[in-house]
Each structure stands twice: as C-alpha cells, then as structure tokens.
T-cell receptor, first 115, second 114 residues
Framework: AQSVTQLGSHVSVSEGALVLLRCNYS??????LFWYVQYPNQGLQLLLK??????LVKGINGFEAEFKKSETSFHLTKPSAHMSDAAEYFC?????????????FGQGTTLQVKP | DTGVSQDPRHKITKRGQNVTFRCDPI?????LYWYRQTLGQGPEFLTY????????KSRLLSDRFSAERPKGSFSTLEIQRTEQGDSAMYLC???FGQGNSPLHFGNGTRLTVT
C-alpha cells in the first residue's frame, strides 16, 4: 500500500526566509508525486507534480520540489516566503495500480508566514 | 474552462436527515473523484468514476453513502440518515485521460450535522 507522511503539521517562517516542507512517501511501485495548496474554505490547487524524468520539478508561485528515490522524499521548497504563501500544503502520491489516478494525501502542513 | 463546480457550498442538517451534493466537473474530463476532508486532515478518497461507471469505492463509503454519475457528466453524492460523524468537507475533483493526470478540485461542500 502507498502512503505519505508529512513531517511537521505546522511550519512558521519569516517573510523572505526559506520555506521547506517535508514529505516522505512509501510505494511499492515508481510513484507519481504531487504537492497541492489549500487556502481557507477552498479546494486544492496543484502546485507541482513529478511523474518521470527530471527529479527537480518547478511549480507555480516560485515553489519547487526534488524527488529523491534513495530517501523516498519529495520535499517542497521556496527560496523566499511571501505573506500570500500562508496556507495548508498537502503532499500526495498516486497509486500505480490500474492507473486510476487516485491520490493518497498526507495529513498536511500549515505554513505560517510572519511579517 | 470554468473549473469544477460544487453545490451547495455549505449544508447544515439535522441528524437522521438525507442530504445530496452535486459536482459539475470540467466539461471534457472523463474521470471524477469524491473525497472527504475533516478538520486538520488530508483529503480521504471515497469513490471514483470513469465516465458513468463507478470503478472504485473506499471502505469509508458506508451503505448510507451513494454516488452516481448518470450521463458521465455531473455527479451526485447522497448521504442517508446523516450522523454527526459525517460532518466534513466533501471535495469533488476531475481529470482527463490517463491515470496520473492532475486532479482539479472544486471548492467543496461543507456539511455540518447537528
């Protein structure tokens, strides 16, 4: 079975500081990995995805993530935090069986950005 | 592309009542998913349709839950005899084509059972 663990339910950074949100996955098959962002009372918006190919993936709003197979990780980073980045972030893995596209989500990390 | 639309945005109901939610996916998307999200948790998969066929249901989907997608376009999720534990955000998502295409989510329906 596939699973996702997000380390740290809350992360607080100062505006302009590096953002690092951690995600580790478990998968018996090559995973497809995703990061989504959720603002209050809204649905989830795709930030970026890794399927195959280049392991460093760039997404929207200056975010990027690196797939590290040896560490089973897919951490999300942004060099400089903005106040508008405050939201909840979810890492997800796609189940390979049958290619249904079904996503398994982590529990989420709330990012707080302090002025 | 008008995005995934869900109706209503909020629903308050008394325990024991039935409720129905609607999801209109992005028009060309053939896959539709329902998820449930409780406070402080990530979304949990409930069920998935490819066109009008319901291909997978989670064990979370008890007998009181039923989902349909009659013409392969919009979908409904009905909860019968609601319980307080059903209170959650119900999210709909759609995607096109091959598995592992990104899911596009609606803004959800927040259900409160009193």
């Amino acid at each position: 079975a596939q699973s996702v663990t997000q380390l740290g339910s809350h992360v607080s950074v100062s505006e302009g500081a590096l953002v690092l949100l951690r995600c580790n996955y478990s998968s018996s098959v090559p995973p497809y990995l995703f990061w989504y962002v959720q603002y209050p009372n809204q649905g989830l918006q795709l930030l970026l995805k890794y399927t195959t190919g280049a392991t460093l993936v760039k997404g929207i709003n200056g975010f990027e993530a690196e797939f590290k197979k040896s560490e089973t990780s897919f951490h999300l980073t942004k060099p400089s935090a903005h106040m508008s980045d405050a939201a909840e972030y979810f890492c997800a893995v796609s189940t390979g069986s049958g290619n249904t596209g079904k996503l398994i989500f982590g529990q989420g990390t709330t990012l707080q950005v302090k002025p | 592309d008008t995005g995934v639309s869900q109706d209503p945005r909020h629903k308050i109901t008394k325990r024991g009542q039935n409720v129905t939610f609607r999801c209109d996916p992005i028009s060309e998307h053939n896959r539709l998913y329902w998820y449930r999200q409780t406070l402080g948790q990530g979304p949990e998969f409930l069920t998935y349709f490819q066109n009008e066929a319901q291909l997978e249901k989670s064990r979370l989907l008890s007998d009181r839950f039923s989902a349909e997608r009659p013409k392969g376009s919009f979908s409904t999720l009905e909860i019968q005899r609601t319980e307080q534990g059903d209170s959650a955000m119900y999210l709909c998502a759609s995607s096109f084509g091959q598995g592992n295409s990104p899911l596009h989510f609606g803004n959800g329906t927040r259900l409160t059972v009193t």
